[in-house]
T-cell receptor, first 112, second 111 residues
Framework: QQQVKQSPQSLIVQKGGIPIINCAYE??????FPWYQQFPGKGPALLIA?????SEKKEGRFTISFNKSAKQFSLHIMDSQPGDSATYFC???????????FGTGTRLTIIP | DAGVIQSPRHEVTEMGQEVTLRCKPI?????LFWYRQTMMRGLELLIY????????DSGMPEDRFSAKMPNASFSTLKIQPSEPRDSAVYFC?????????FGPGTRLTVT
């Protein structure tokens, strides 16, 4: 049973544009929502994370928007650069359980 | 800190052979996770430990897979006997207070 649905599967954006990746979850017990960035041949790297008591979190050019009532959260990348081209995974976890449930990933390509 | 360390980085073996993957978590982290990544199935959690004790091994695909964590600084994932369908990238991750950090992975190819 997939508990975190991620879309789109792939995304191509021009440099400077704002790619948006969306995730939806089912389990209302989840209370921690991280995003991971993975480059080819590397392990996933923690990018940014949010807890459900806030609706938005920004770190540099990366922003998470969180909608608790809709059980959805999304990643926005401002002023995207070719170096942002990677696969992005959303995930969810219930603190205390510590078991991350991952989305299926979005392959993002930023073209110059 | 050097981050999560995994060895070997690449492993090529023949079907039927035993394979042992190794992981050194970040010092001070109390959780350790083993994942497998393939194109078809994405990232799958195989097993995780808390304070060296296995908590959930429901993701281990079959009895050919086993994992141990003899101390806080070392864990192994063993496949015996290996099969071609075990070919994947295996990641180890560790965490303290929820944030999980992944190692660089071991790319396993079973011919």
């Amino acid at each position: 049973q997939q508990q975190v649905k991620q879309s789109p599967q792939s995304l191509i954006v021009q440099k400077g544009g704002i790619p948006i990746i969306n995730c939806a979850y089912e389990n209302t017990a989840f209370d921690y929502f991280p995003w991971y960035q993975q480059f080819p041949g590397k392990g996933p790297a923690l990018l940014i994370a949010i807890r459900p008591d806030v609706s938005e979190k920004k770190e540099g050019r990366f922003t998470i928007s969180f909608n608790k009532s809709a059980k959805q959260f999304s990643l926005h990348i401002m002023d995207s650069q070719p170096g942002d081209s990677a696969t992005y995974f959303c995930a969810a976890l219930r603190r205390g359980n510590e078991k991350l449930t991952f989305g299926t990933g979005t392959r993002l390509t930023i073209i110059p | 800190d050097a981050g999560v360390i995994q060895s070997p980085r690449h492993e090529v073996t023949e079907m039927g052979q035993e394979v042992t993957l190794r992981c050194k978590p970040i010092s001070g982290h109390d959780y350790l996770f083993w994942y497998r990544q393939t194109m078809m199935r994405g990232l799958e959690l195989l097993i995780y430990f808390n304070n060296n004790v296995p908590i959930d091994d429901s993701g281990m695909p079959e009895d050919r897979f086993s994992a141990k964590m003899p101390n806080a600084s070392f864990s192994t994932l063993k496949i015996q006997p290996s099969e071609p369908r075990d070919s994947a990238v295996y990641f180890c991750a560790s965490s303290f207070r929820t944030e999980q950090y992944f190692g660089p992975g071991t790319r396993l190819t079973v011919t």
